[in-house]
């Protein structure tokens, strides 16, 4: 079946400093892939996504970047600052239509 | 405003106890799920919907089961609740044709005694 991994699982940053975490899949037919962010005790949300025709995408300080070939898809935090600590979950679109969650990471922002 | 909203947000009962988590859109959405979540940790899918009248079992779908009658309305039921049932429920709900985002409830926190 289909399987995503996201790398590392749990980030700690310098605020200011930037952040990178990467989700593999294994789907090479996936056409979506949005990453959403879960503050404590909050619900999921989008926070940027691409389609696999565009190989990257900024939106103020996160960026998203697409490697088919390889299978990855990476989000890109810039100058992070402490309202950035929350889990982010990569969810890529099979083409079966299906969204499969990745297990998470945590990131920290130490003030 | 557009929203999905969970109903009870927090709810605490006895082992064999049957319940139901009720979950209700105004996106216009054809697509729901439900998801089992621990506090930080990975999303399970336990159900999830495409439409009126079809339901479909995820990962983690043993114990428990979905219906949709009406578009808006996406209840999940325990039979019979047992402590290995505790968590958190998150029901979501995406529309069919473009971007696919899922957008989430409050989620409703249970506990089972």
């Known amino acids: 079946g289909e399987n995503v991994e996201q790398h590392p699982s749990t980030l700690s940053v310098q605020e200011g400093d930037s952040a990178v975490i990467k989700c593999t899949y294994s789907d090479s037919a996936s056409n979506y892939f949005p990453w959403y962010k879960q503050e404590l005790g909050k619900r999921p949300q989008l926070i940027i996504d691409?389609?696999?025709?565009?190989g990257e995408k900024k939106d103020q300080r996160i960026a998203v970047t697409l490697n088919k070939t390889a299978k990855h898809f990476s989000l890109h935090i810039t100058e992070t600052q402490p309202e950035d600590s929350a889990v982010y979950f990569c969810a890529p679109k099979t083409s079966y239509d299906k969204v499969i969650f990745g297990p998470g990471t945590s990131l920290s922002v130490i003030p | 405003e557009a929203d999905i909203y969970q109903t009870p947000r927090y709810l605490v009962i006895g082992t064999g106890k049957k319940i139901t988590l009720e979950c209700s859109q105004t996106m216009g959405h054809d697509k729901m799920y439900w998801y089992q979540q621990d506090p930080g940790m990975e999303l399970h899918l336990i159900h999830y919907s495409y439409g009126v009248n079809s339901t479909e079992k995820g990962d983690l779908s043993s114990e428990s089961t979905v219906s949709r009658i009406r578009t808006e309305h996406f209840p999940l039921t325990l039979e019979s609740a047992r402590p290995s049932h505790t968590s958190q429920y998150l029901c979501a709900s995406s529309a069919i044709q473009g971007h696919n985002e899922q957008f989430f409830g409050p989620g409703t926190r249970l506990t089972v005694l």
């Open positions: 691409i389609r696999s025709n565009v």
